[in-house]
Each structure stands twice: as structure tokens, then as C-alpha cells.
């Protein structure tokens, strides 16, 4: 199986400030073929569902804000918000869709500081 | 605007069984591979099955293998989750999800509100 550890575990920052989230991969989610990265992120506020936000490691789902953007090849990627609004306080998870089984990270905390 | 409404969960004693249904609106469903994806209390979120546009492949997770059988049936719009030998440790909301790439080997949305099994005696 393929693992997805994030860090940190959580965070908190200020309001306007620039927040960067990460994972890794225990293997390359990177597709030669298509040079594709098999790699999303999902925000989930409390008692709400996920919500996928960037798939294709970098591809902003429709309807997302353009602060949040996805980065990273291979083995390593970063979900990043450039101006936290209050609103982006969620827990956020990438998960690989390189293998199966699909997995997820184990969840990064954001809050307000 | 895509719906998901999931359905069927509750309480259910250890080796019992529960299915699930999730139906949905908004998109052509006969074209979208769909998922269910469990989240324990408090905890994290895991992949549990998913299915092919016509219902010709499935995968599972190893931990539901041989007790879990998803479905679908497109004239109706919907998704099933057969779940047997129930024990704790399937306790969970179960999400349907949309998978949008057309393998196996996909993300997840939208998904809907989800519905609670708890497993216990």
C-alpha cells in the first residue's frame, strides 16, 4: 500500500497569512506515461463532507478559490492557502490515486491563530 | 447541481448486516464510476470500494474484501453498499462519492452528507 503521511498534524495562522500544507508518499504517484502526479486534496469542515479541492496534484477543482493551489512531483506535494480566510478552517487531506488501495493522509488541522 | 444522498445506515449488533443506498442527481450517472469512502468517529478517511460505469469491475479495500459488495443500478440512478459480518471496527459514516477519471484509479467528488453505521451489541 501505498502511505500518505502530511505535516504538520495541525496549525494555526493568522488571518491574510500564507499557509502551506504537506505530503508525502511512501512511492512516486508521478505516471511516466502521462507524466501525471495521481495525487488530490480534500478540505472538510466540521460536520460537513470532504470537499475536493485539487486533483492531478495542481489542477483546482471548479468553484475553488484561486488561493488554494497544489504543487509537487513525485513523492512530495504541498496544498497552499496565500491569504487564510476565516473560512479555510478545515481539516485537509491529500489522498494518491497512483494504486490500490486508495489512501489517504492522515489529516491536517488548520485553525485561526 | 450534483446530489448524493446516502441512506440505510443505523445500528446494527456485531455480525449483522446493513446496506447502504446512495442516490444520485445532476450528472449522468451511467457514465461516472462511483465510491464509498468511510470515516470512523474522530477519525480519518478511508477508501472502501468503488465501481465501474457499467458495473463490470469492482475494487475493495483488503479489510472488506469478501464481506462488502458494492452495486449499482443505473436505470435507477443508484449505488449499494451490501455489508456482512459487520464488527466494530466497521463503525463509520460511509460516504458516496463520485469518482470522475474513468479507471480505478481515482479521486472523489462531490460526495454526499453520509450516513452512520455503528456497529455494537
Known amino acids: 500500500d501505498i502511505v500518505m503521511t502530511q505535516s504538520p498534524d495541525s496549525l494555526a495562522v493568522s488571518l491574510g497569512e500564507r499557509v502551506t500544507i504537506n505530503c508525502k508518499s511512501s512511492?512516486?504517484?508521478?505516471?511516466?506515461?502521462?507524466?501525471?502526479?495521481?495525487l488530490a486534496w480534500y478540505q472538510q469542515k466540521p460536520g460537513q463532507p470532504p470537499k475536493l479541492i485539487v486533483y492531478w496534484a495542481s489542477t483546482r477543482e471548479s468553484g475553488v478559490p484561486d488561493r488554494f493551489s497544489g504543487s509537487g512531483s513525485g513523492t512530495d506535494f504541498a496544498l497552499t492557502i496565500s491569504s487564510l480566510q476565516a473560512e479555510d478552517v478545515a481539516i485537509y487531506y491529500c489522498?494518491?490515486?497512483?494504486?490500490?488501495?486508495?489512501?489517504f493522509g492522515q489529516g491536517t488541522k488548520l485553525e485561526i491563530k | 447541481e450534483v446530489y448524493l444522498v446516502e441512506s440505510g445506515g443505523g445500528l446494527v449488533q456485531p455480525g449483522g448486516s446493513l446496506r447502504l443506498s446512495c442516490a444520485a442527481s445532476?450528472?449522468?450517472?451511467?457514465?461516472?464510476?462511483m465510491s464509498w469512502v468511510r470515516q470512523a468517529p474522530g477519525k480519518g478517511l478511508e477508501w472502501v470500494a468503488n465501481?465501474?460505469?457499467?458495473?463490470?469491475?469492482?475494487s475493495y479495500v483488503d479489510s472488506v474484501k469478501g464481506r462488502f459488495t458494492i452495486s449499482r443500478d443505473n436505470a435507477k440512478n443508484s449505488v449499494y453498499l451490501q455489508m456482512r459480518s459487520l464488527s466494530v471496527a466497521d463503525t463509520a459514516v460511509y460516504y458516496c462519492a463520485r469518482s470522475p477519471h474513468d479507471t480505478k484509479y481515482n479521486w472523489f467528488g462531490p460526495w454526499g452528507q453520509g450516513t452512520l453505521v455503528t456497529v455494537s451489541s
Open positions: 512511492q512516486s504517484v508521478l505516471y511516466s506515461s502521462n507524466k501525471r502526479n495521481y
Open positions: 489522498q494518491q490515486h497512483y494504486g490500490l488501495p486508495l489512501t
Open positions: 445532476g450528472f449522468t450517472f451511467s457514465e461516472s464510476w
Open positions: 465501481i465501474k460505469d457499467d458495473g463490470s469491475e469492482e
